[in-house]
């Protein structure tokens, strides 16, 4: 079976993240006091081909332990894709 | 894309080019072949336009060992050894997306190096971009600048040097121009092979095909932007320049270990370029399987495996008993590597997919046999009323201090550090003169010579006149070689224009080509390829005749060459040349009297030559102490860059006996400001003599500001400070 | 080769490119540069290496994220655990991270491009393998070259890595000030360069390998060369 | 009332993943061979100070639009941070 999941990096709260506050240095201008806490990560999408989906489930987390992010300053989260929540959100573009 | 359009109209082919390929073929062509002669005879691939302009450009010298009609020229530089280089226009992608089309813009003219044999060297990016004071000529300006890095740093080639001009009529259409040099023994460049075997298998090394870039050179690169704004989007192509650092490095080994009968990279037109080359190149014709071109997503049509413009890419011909060899070597760098057809007899080029054959046309057809116009040409109407609105003669009240720190911190002239500082330019541990010198020098492994490169066009002087504002750039590229001590070579160009089915663009095209190859002839340095980029142009108002030169000259000792910073102080400054009442097209004209016009500043070829000469025998007889060229900005400018480069003030007086703002901001030919030791003031004097050069003596080196008369007087670090901080300044918007 | 000629390795990654360049500045500094390749499970007998500059793997996902897989790392982590003197530039310093043989990691530049620029950096401890023999306090001219070169840490990390003086250089001013100015990428401290506590690995983001030659541009690379194969010596 | 989103943002289907192809080339020398379709893109959070949900929403979507996704190369989709289906899944470092 072909297991489909997000996996979400994040860099650990604390640390400061050069992106995230250039974006935010940028809203102010653009009309959007209004916005803050603004970070950035990534977001890694695979399948995975596994017997059962907990073997899937454990093969990403070993791949987002090992690979996919870096412990000393990021965390991770994993995401099987389920549908959204609300069809409003979905892929605007 | 209009629906009602028939298919040929639709790909930019005219009616009468399709009646052409009928006759070629003795019959309608199919909707594949139709694609294949759209991408083979787009203005980008074909030159159909500027064909037979371009064959009135000087193109022979003893230095040439390869001139147009190759991947890339190469010239003779001694020691057995050829320096390859060329440049290329990614204007019109860099337009849509400046990150990505400037990143593959450099992955391209890299490639086209490789396809040489050589190992490219070096990199030079010369830019034009709208004012900065509009926000989408900034995100342009950005978006390039980090794409030429994000690519030329991840591949190890430093880029050394570059050009970044500023006008309006650039605004919504800037120009990227990337220059690529390398450098490879002359007895193993790969060029065209004319006994290559029947059988010799085409083999594709690299990135698997996708649809990206489909239809890139007809729809991007050979009409204006918004003829096509919907349609275009789908042919931004994403550079992986991890995967174009594997291309090198695989090639190179392949060159070197002999393993090569042929080698083509994949640029504009795709599999159908390289293939209907290598064939035509060979006297051949080839065979194609379709099948077994590896695809990035199912599905691919056979027109799009066939014109698709994926990046990083090559096409070897390769014999077939050397074939696990040259495996061996794509599998040991990680690059696929597929064998997707092989040469025949007969010269058709005959495409096969899913067992049937989609396409069987000549290759020579395709590949040399595109049409060539003589297009209308027309001179720009208003020409004269701008030509004698000459600002030489205007009513000048400004302050001379004023006028000074604003043409020292006018985007053209100033600091261009925020761009250059954002490439390595020191990767592969040849830079000898980095960002920041009149030419970029690299020396060259294993020798004591160095190349010296500098990319110039002319902006203001080819708009108001492109005879000269051509000979200019040639002129002044010799002269940012020759004042580090370098003999100007050859050169390649970039020729960057509107829409050549206007007569007055073709007329501007025409007088560039006719002004280059006065000036080439002249300098002796031949013409050994370039590119041309048509259609820069929307809303029916195109950008500035915009020929860019790319200049080589060669240093056989490297360590005596000539930097442009004063050395320090009690040093005699000189002018070498003459100043005369040329202010039509200066920097001082549109900045401080706000006008672009008048007649650009003669150009007296000989004169200029004797300069070249001049300058490099006073730096090999290790005479001259600095040496900077006198260009934009006029003496005043060359005065305070080699000041603020040698953190060095000066105190001199103006010579002659014009008017200050002509002896400062005039932008006569032929000139260099140099500065000699003292006891070698008389050396100079006869050196200039010798040459029939005027010299003037303006004053010393030293102090901590700089002083002209009693008219301005500025420290060095007020002059860093507006020199360097203009252009973050506006990009901070 | 002769006797007592410290021999070099310099690891090639799918991606490097400043490897060439340490070789010829082994070679220029009177060692022997031996060319190692990331497949190999072999130091071919080498008393140093060096993992190099450049951008392996493309620096996609992290920056030496990939390379520290390469079957040749099993082996640098052995020959560091056994004292052999390890040296990171640049990318090479982000794979150390990354395979945990130093602290803290390396991100995007805090001006979120990337510089290329000769800066001045400050000796902070003769106690490592390249600077033996250098005075703390002495600055040294050297180019960085690097779009994430960020140095940061945990606080309760950085606070360790200060404690046990593992910081073997700062961006500095040209005085050995430390200023925002000076700091050329916004790095943590300033700090650029680290050490392992036993000293033998170091990680740089600088690139000596490029400040070695006279004829091409400033050489307080040079000092540091000296000092890798004094250190290399000493174990021959 | 403050409202947080995550938008995440991708390269449009087609266009070539150099970030993706490079990690999924080196999967295999790690053991995980099984892996596959690895696509990387961005993964930004931010809180936005709104008086409705959808005044919220507007203007992530503008933002997401003008500021945190390249149109020509990029699609996004908007998230608003529900709690995950799964706690298996939540951030497990
Ligand atoms: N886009 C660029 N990339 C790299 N270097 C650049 C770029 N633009 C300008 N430079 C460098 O800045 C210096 C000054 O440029 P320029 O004023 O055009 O020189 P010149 O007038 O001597 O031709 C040169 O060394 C040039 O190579
Ligand atoms: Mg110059």
Known sequence: MKYQFQVIVSLKPGLLDPQGKAIEGSLPAMGWANASNVRVGKHVELVVDAETEAAAVSQVDEMAQRLLSNPVIESYRIVSTAPLPDPRFEDVS | ????????????????????????????????????????????????????????????????????????????????????????????????????????????????IVSMGARPMALLDPLRFGPLTEERNRLLFAGVVAGIGGYGNCIGVPTVGGEIQFAEPHSANPTVNVMCVGVAPADRLVTAAPDVPEGSMLLLIGAATGRDGIGGVSVLASRTIEEDAAVSRPSVQIGDPFAGKLLIETCLELVEGGLLLGLQDLGGAGLTCAASESAARAGMGAELDLDAVPLREAGLEAFEILTSESQERMLAVVDPARLDEVHGVCSKWGLSSAVVGWLVDGGRLIVRMGGAVVADVPARSLADDGPAYERPMEPPRGRHEILEDDPTFAIVD?????????????????????????????????????????????????????????????????????????????????????????????????????????????????????????????????????????????????????????????????????????????????????TFPELGGSEFA???????????????????????????????????????????????????????????????????????????????????????????????????SAHHLPLSRLGETGGPGMVVDSLLEITVEEARSAHESAIPKLLAG | MSAGTPRVGVVTFPGSLDDRDALRAVALMGGDGVPLWHGDRDLRGVDAVILPGGFSYGDYLRTGALARFAPIMEEVRAFAGRGGPVVG??????????????????????????????VDVRVETSLSTLTEGLVPGEVLRIPVKHGEGQFVARPDELARIEAEALVTFRYCGPGGELDDEHNVNGSAGWIAGIRSPQGNVVGLMPHPEHAVDPDVGPTGGQPLFASLLTYALARV
């Not at chain 2, 953190?647 to 006996?657: E, K, Q, R």
Request: glycine share 12%; with cysteine.
């Open chain 2, 1 to 112: 894309m209009k629906v009602d359009q028939p298919l040929h109209q639709s790909l930019g082919l005219t009616d009468e080019e399709l009646d052409g390929i009928r006759a070629t073929l003795g019959r309608d062509p199919n909707r594949i072949e139709l694609a294949m002669y759209a991408a083979m005879w787009s203005e980008h691939c074909s030159y159909k336009s500027s064909k037979v302009h371009l064959r009135t450009l000087p193109t022979e010298g003893p230095q040439v060992l390869v001139g147009p009609g190759q991947d890339a020229g190469a010239v003779d530089i001694g020691n057995g050894l050829a320096a390859v280089f060329k440049m290329e226009s990614h204007s019109h992608p860099s337009a849509v997306e400046p990150y990505q089309g400037a990143a593959t813009g450099v992955g391209g003219i890299v490639r086209d």
């Open chain 2, 398 to 578: 400004s302050d001379p201090r004023e006028a000074f720190l604003a043409v020292l911190s006018s985007p053209n002239v100033a600091s261009k550090q925020w761009a250059f500082e954002q490439y390595d330019q020191l990767v592969q541990g040849a830079t000898v003169a980095r960002p920041g010198s009149d030419a970029a020098v690299i020396r060259v492994e294993g020798t004591l010579r160095a190349l010296a490169l500098s990319c110039d066009g002319s902006g203001r002087f080819g708009h108001l006149d492109p005879y000269l504002g051509a000979a200019h750039a040639v002129a002044e590229a010799s002269r940012n070689v020759a004042v580090m001590g370098a003999t100007p070579l050859a050169i390649t160009n970039c020729l960057n224009f509107g829409n050549p089915e206007r007569p007055e663009v073709m007329w501007q095209f025409a007088e560039s080509i006719r002004g280059m190859a006065d000036a080439c002839r002249s300098f002796g340095t031949p013409v050994t390829g370039g590119n041309v980029s048509f259609y820069n142009e929307s809303g029916g108002s195109a950008i500035w005749p915009t020929p860019i030169i790319g200049m080589l000259g060669l240093i056989e000792d490297y360590r005596l060459l000539v930097r442009p910073g004063f050395p320090g102080p009690g040093f005699l400054v000189y002018l070498v040349g003459e």
């Open chain 2, 590 to 688: 549109e900045v401080v009297l706000g006008t672009v016009s008048g007649h650009p500043p003669a150009l007296d070829l000989a004169r200029e030559a004797s300069l070249h000469r001049m300058l490099v025998e006073g730096a090999r007889g290790d005479l001259l102490a600095s040496a900077h060229d006198c260009s934009e900005g006029g003496l005043a400018v060359a005065l305070a860059e080699s000041a603020l480069a040698g953190d060095t003030g000066f105190a001199v007086s103006l010579p002659g006996d014009e008017p200050w703002y002509v002896a400062l901001f005039s932008e006569s030919a032929s000139r260099a400001v140099v500065s000699v030791a003292p006891e070698n003031g008389e050396a100079l004097e006869s050196l200039a």
């Open chain 3, 89 to 118: 530039i640049c990318n090479g310093f982000q794979i150390l991270c990354e395979a945990g043989l130093l602290s803290g990691a390396l991100i995007r530049n805090r001006q979120l491009r990337f510089v290329c620029r000769f």
